[in-house]
């Protein structure tokens, strides 16, 4: 008979939560592998900004489409996610478990709802989502402390990538006609 040690306790938004490893049996469900981010939410250190990274992809593959299409995609995504987080953390037995990173996708997703083209806005986006994402300024830290469910997990990465959009539009008013041209048609 083997001891199990316990299982390491951390804390995330102020709520103590337990932190194992991840079954890749998780990724059978689907509801589960999509709220794993495919997969990227078994990484054991920054599934998060793991997560972020498989949006860019997807980002990509949503970008040819118009402006409105994109918006209601995301907006149909976000909706999904409400469900997809909350089966997914209810299997887990815990809410907001780092794992789940659909939050992430949809989150930058969202940053990049009106960005131009460019590698330059996709990296920029994606600096500015997890900037956000993980500093949680208010009232995002207050979402995310109060607000549970589905909801509460989609909420507080909707809002990060709306603060990250809003920088992001900055930098293109101010910064897009110093840059020079063709710097940015390269990046």
């Not at 789940?100 to 990049?112: A, R, S």
């Not at 994402?133 to 909801?151: E, N, Q, S, Y």
Request: net charge positive; glycine share 10%.
């Amino acid at each position: 008979m083997s001891i199990r040690p316990p299982p390491r306790v951390i804390s995330i938004s102020g709520v103590r939560e337990v932190a194992e490893k991840l079954s890749p049996r998780l990724l059978r469900h689907p509801l589960d592998f999509l709220a794993l981010g495919f997969g990227s939410g078994l990484v054991p250190k920054g599934p998060g900004t793991a997560g972020t990274v498989v949006a860019i992809p997807v980002y990509l593959m949503l970008q040819p489409l118009p402006v409105t299409a994109y918006i209601v995609l995301v907006v149909v995504l976000f909706i999904a996610g409400i469900a997809i987080c909350a089966h997914t953390a209810r299997r887990m037995g815990v809410h907001d478990h780092p794992g789940i990173v659909w939050d992430e996708i949809v989150g930058y997703l969202v940053t990049m709802m009106f960005a131009p083209q460019g590698w330059l806005w996709v990296a920029s986006g994606f600096l500015l989502f997890r900037l956000f994402d993980i500093a949680k300024p208010w009232p995002i830290r207050l979402l995310d402390r109060k607000v549970g469910g589905g909801f509460g997990i989609m909420v507080d990465d909707l809002l990060a990538g709306i603060f990250a959009a809003a920088v992001l539009q900055l930098m293109v008013m101010y910064l897009g006609p110093i840059l020079p041209s063709n710097i940015v048609q390269l990046l």
